[in-house]
């Protein structure tokens, strides 16, 4: 079994170049798949800034944009995720966030859609509206290893 | 490894149904076992209305009802659950909370008890007063697949 | 596939001991290794008191504490744990976690970091002002079993 930190540093900082001790993602691998730990994930761009501050629509975009990326840098895309936990700052922007998020996975041919849950909660950074964490499990290709 | 929604219509009713991207539930087929992710469940009944709004006891019911039957359709029970997050809106409701599910598990002779986290968190409807999400490994019978 | 639960009574208490329906953790026992699904845990000690209340830094310290007896009463350490979810009451005590847990992680020795999440919520009990849950994968030994 390995285990690996994931990474997006092209659209999203190491988060420990700030002194958050933590990584991005983790992927660790079993014999026939690889689970993919996705570490709540914010409108962050590749040097730690808030990517549009408080503009929820953006930052949701930029938030899926961000996952993607980590998704990628293992092979991985949507159809592997499992679950996602969402975090809203202010709850009334939660039919926004559904609008968005039901014309992505349709953009991208996801079904059946991830398991998931939404609460409302602060986020670390003031300006930070949204916040998903996602864990994928993704199999293998025969020819691999 | 195959991946499929869970769900159960006759009681709680399919989230997309009214624009929220996200199964009920996700099973993921391992080799010798299975694993169920289910969403954060709250007491919804299945035409997707809030059952007994603003109303603590008998939301926590239906809640433990809602997931009973998600579990039910993969051929799991309690007994299969690992962990739950419990989210509540209002944290003066915990003890109540407590005293429902020690009854629950005691009733239906789960042991040990899943791990567990409970927060407090304003939910996606205003209603709402409780919400779980729950995580089963299920075991596979010798003799399926 | 055994599942059991996890405990650390020596600095820890049994939730279940004041009425929480709930295990400290649970472990999973597949073929390779072992999952381990840790409670949300606090600052509580062996009694089930409140280990310094509404003292920050020292609950954080106590949290990590309780939760290292918990993996080790598995054989683990810090370097299995893939994921976390921290829940902290103020966010303004963001930074403060940040910086302890830098340094524990530094002192231990581990990295790459597990994947995280950090958000604010109101805890189970009002002089709470942390609580952190755990996901590790612990590969098994050669032989063992």
């Excluded at 930029?62 to 202010?90: P, Q």
Aim: charged share 30%; proline share 3%; glycine share 2%.
């Amino acid at each position: 079994m390995k285990k690996r930190q994931i990474s997006a540093s092209n659209v999203l900082n190491e988060a420990y170049k700030y002194g958050s001790s933590f990584s991005r993602g983790m992927a660790v691998e079993f014999p026939q798949y690889t689970m993919l730990y996705i570490s709540g994930t914010a409108s962050v761009d590749e040097k730690g800034d808030t990517y549009k501050p408080y503009d929820f629509d953006a930052q949701v975009e930029r938030t899926y944009l961000n996952i993607t990326k980590l998704l990628e840098s293992e092979n991985a895309t949507w159809h592997d995720v499992v679950f996602t936990t969402v975090y809203i700052k202010d709850m009334s922007d939660y039919s926004k966030f559904n609008d968005y998020r039901t014309e992505f996975f349709k953009k991208n041919n996801v079904f059946p859609f991830p398991a998931s849950v939404c609460v409302q909660s602060r986020l670390c950074r003031d300006d930070l509206l949204v916040e998903i964490e996602a864990q994928a499990v993704v199999e293998k290709k025969e020819n691999s290893d």
